[in-house]
Each structure stands twice: as C-alpha cells, then as structure tokens.
C-alpha cells in the first residue's frame, strides 16, 4: 500500500493562498514585524550599554570636579550645516549612518537660502563648515559655497575624496579651487589595507587619484591659498596617537610613494554613537572603550571644544549643540533661554547672535572630545 504524500507545510501555505507566494528558503516578514524586531534590538542594545556606564562618573560629574560646568558659548564664530545623508559610501565608523539610500534626507532649496540669511545677520560667523553624507551631493551644495563667499566668509568642505571621482562630479574639483573652498577629508590610514577595512573596497586608491588631482590644481602645495588637511580616526576602539608624529608619517609615506602633498592632519577620536557604537556592542568592547574615555578625561580640552564657538543645523534645519548631538536628537542647549520649550529650527530664529553665553547640553558620549589630547573635530581644524 503507498504511503499517503502530505504537501509540506510551504506548499500548503501557497494552495490556500494562492495571492501570496512564500519562499521555500525562507518565510517573508511583513513590514511592522521587521521594524518591531529592530526596535527591540535597539532597545536591548541601549539598556546593555545604560548598565555598562552606571559605575562611571557622568560627564557633568567630570565637569564639576574641575570647577567647569555649567558649560557655556562663546560668540558663535562656526556654522557647521549637515546638508544631507546622501553618500556614496558606507564606513563602519559613520557616526551619522550615512549611505547611498539616504536620498530623502536632503536640505532643500528653502533652507538653504534660510541657512544663508542667518549666516549674514551674524556678523561674528567666520566660517561655513559644510558636512553630510556627502556634502557635494546636496543641489544646492555650490549655491551655498558661492553665497558665503560672496559674503567674505571661508567655507569648509567636509570631503570623502573619493566623491571628486562619481559621475556628475567632474568639475567639483575645479569649483572648489575657484572658490578657495578649504577641503578637510577623511583618510583614517596611509596604507590601503586599513582604508579600504574602515571605508569600503577599492576606496583607497580613489581617494589617493582624487588627492593627486586636488595637488595638481594647488591644494595642499606650499605658498598656496588652497588648504588641504587629512583627518585620522583609528581603526579600532583606542584613542588617537600624537598628531604631530602621525603627521609627519602621513606626509613622509604620502609623498614618497604617491608624490601626495598635504597641509595639516588632524586626529579625532571615533565617538560611541551609532554605527560605531553597534561596533563596539557586537564585538564585546563598548564598557570597555567609555572606560578609556572617561579615564583619560582632560579639562585643557574645554577650551577648544566645538560646541563653545559652534552652532550645528540639521538637514531639515533643527539647531544643535554639535554634529553629534545632532545624530542623537538631544536638544539645543540654549533653547530654553530662547523661550521655547523643544527644538528649535532656523524658522525660529533670525541670527545666531542669541547663542553666546548660554549652555550647552552634554552627554556620556561628549567623553570622545575631552579625552588625552583631544579630538581635532572639536575645534583644531578651524
């Protein structure tokens, strides 16, 4: 007698329901249970790194016992605007989880002229510190460049490199020479193991094509008004070495192979927040790197952290202390004085001026500027 074939449990599921097709290799989520699974995910992942923290000192604990806090502005000479998360890359280390699929997170035209009738009503702002993503990406990254300069101000680039090269990109290079655009890219390694490990396959080598063509229209040569300087971030969970010797290796290895010149490198510190802080959770070491941080607290470093003199403004116009306040959505420290509870946006205000001598809002993760020598982010490279 045969035996009796029972359908297995995928093609029962496809007879009753022949509008919906499940996969033999695997059984397709609706959307919600995917978003609730990564919610927890996230939750979990928070209350693990919360419980790792609780036996170290707050950062206002660190404040107060050096006589430092409250933490105040000085007259806001920075404008740092985050144009949009659009990039061409995906570097383990982003702390603002930027990506080629982050096309909706773009500052429109609209606040991009708001952005440059602040900057005029602010006499004290000297300088235009464009980040993303890729900054160059935004359609409205050249209007915002021409429009501070026409203005006096000197405007930074905060560059990838290796955008110089992406189709639609061939002239940025020369825009940026013809306007003295002064160009601060990231570069965390001379050596092409440890780019490529951090920021992707293949990256170092664009980066050093595009390098050698921001030398041959003058950047980074001596005597030239085009300034070009390397950014360092380590590639694991350790603080940055000496700048000065690291310098000195970038510019030695650099043009020795490479023919590559530069001005100055800056050291920054990789903060424990987003991608790179689910580095740090997944591979066992957040306790131990806050650890690090908060140990090697050093109180010279308050007096050149960005967010004294800095102003940072979201793609979408909302006001922060910082870059990384920003990527953590914690309020601007001065709100309150403004006279609004919340947020505030460009739409809120007429000029930055308002800015000097209120707080500063902080957090754990303000550790990364304030540890050993400091991170350059917070100030050096202006």
């Not at 609209?110 to 440059?116: K, P, Q, V, Y």
């Not at 092409?192 to 980074?220: H, T």
């Not at 967010?307 to 990527?327: H, I, R």
Request: proline share 5%.
């Amino acid at each position: 007698m045969r035996a009796l074939k029972v359908p297995n449990r995928i093609h029962a599921l496809n007879t009753l329901s022949p509008k919906v097709t499940v996969s033999r290799r695997n059984f397709a989520e609706h959307p919600s249970v995917t978003a609730k699974r990564e919610l927890r995910k996230k939750t979990e992942r928070q209350q693990f790194m919360d419980e790792s923290c609780k036996g170290l000192p707050t950062f206002i604990d660190k404040l107060s016992e050096h006589k430092l806090w409250p933490l105040k502005r000085s007259s806001p000479t920075t404008l740092q605007l985050n144009v949009g998360l659009l990039c061409n890359l995906t570097c383990h280390h982003c702390h603002v989880e930027a990506g080629p699929t982050k096309k909706k997170e773009n500052m429109a035209k609209e606040g991009a002229e708001r952005i440059t009738l602040l900057l005029k009503n602010t006499p004290s702002m000297q300088t235009l510190d464009i980040t993303g993503g890729a900054p160059e990406l935004n359609p409205h990254f050249k209007y915002l460049v021409k429009e501070a300069r026409t203005m006096g101000r000197q405007v930074m680039d905060r560059c990838n490199l290796t955008v110089l090269l992406e189709p639609g990109m061939e002239d940025m290079a020369d825009f940026l020479a013809e306007n003295q655009v002064q160009i601060v890219a990231s570069l965390p390694c001379y050596k092409p193991d440890n780019v490529d490990k951090q920021r992707g396959k293949g990256v170092f080598d664009k980066s050093m094509e595009a390098l050698k063509k921001l030398n041959q229209l003058g950047y980074g040569t001596e005597g030239s008004k085009l300034e070009l300087h390397l950014v360092y971030n380590p590639v694991g969970p350790h603080l940055p070495p000496s700048q000065k010797k690291l310098e000195a290796q970038y510019k030695e290895e650099l043009d020795k192979y490479l023919g590559i010149k530069f001005n100055k490198l800056f050291t920054i510190t990789n903060m424990p927040i987003k991608r790179y802080a689910d580095f740090l959770f997944n591979s066992g070491e957040y306790a131990k790197y806050m650890s690090l941080l908060v140990n090697h607290f050093n109180p010279s470093t308050l007096n050149d952290v960005m967010c004294k003199y800095l102003v940072s403004v979201s793609w979408d116009g909302k006001l922060y202390d910082c870059d990384f306040n920003q990527m953590l959505d914690i309020n601007l420290g001065a709100a309150k004085s403004h006279g609004k509870e919340g947020q505030l946006s460009i739409w809120d205000v007429d000029s930055f001026t308002f800015l000097e001598g209120t707080g500063i809002a902080t957090a754990r993760h303000c550790f990364g500027c304030t540890a050993g020598a400091g991170s350059s982010c917070t100030g050096a490279i202006s």
